[in-house]
């Protein structure tokens, strides 16, 4: 089931001193995933931050998470994002790395969505055919 409008996901970040890659080696070790907070308002622009894989799981089963906004809870410290980048490993197919954008109420932001077409129009149904079968807004 895809998630609604107005629906709230709440993703728990913690904040992470292990950098590099030995420390994401480390982290991916013990369960956890590396992460980063990209934000206008950051001084450095972005935040080292960790997530653990169960939980990076169950929020990555929810159709439709990676186009709406999430409530990421840093340490219990509540803020508004959306998941900007995954990567995986190309060989066990593993995630290696979440990227997370933090979004301001007032800010314009520009994301891809899909677009689902449902039924036939009347110009498929007379004979002609639908250029836009795989549509993205």
């Known amino acids: 089931m895809a998630m609604k409008r107005g629906e709230t996901v709440t993703v728990a970040l913690e904040r992470r001193q292990e950098l590099g890659k030995g420390g994401a080696r480390k982290l991916r070790r013990v369960g956890y995933v590396p992460a980063v907070l990209y934000s206008r308002d950051s001084a450095s622009g972005s935040e080292p931050l960790k997530i653990r894989l169960g939980e990076l799981e169950r929020i990555l089963r929810i159709p439709g998470v990676t186009h709406h906004i999430l409530e990421l809870s840093i340490d ?62």
């Open 76 to 137: 219990g410290e509540k803020r508004r994002g959306i998941i900007k980048d995954i990567q995986y490993n190309p060989v066990k197919n593993e995630i290696w790395h979440i990227d997370f954008y933090e979004v301001k109420a007032d800010q314009k932001i520009s994301l891809t969505v899909p677009v689902v077409i449902q039924g036939e129009s009347k110009g498929v149904k007379a004979g002609g055919y639908s250029r836009d079968r795989y549509a993205r807004a």
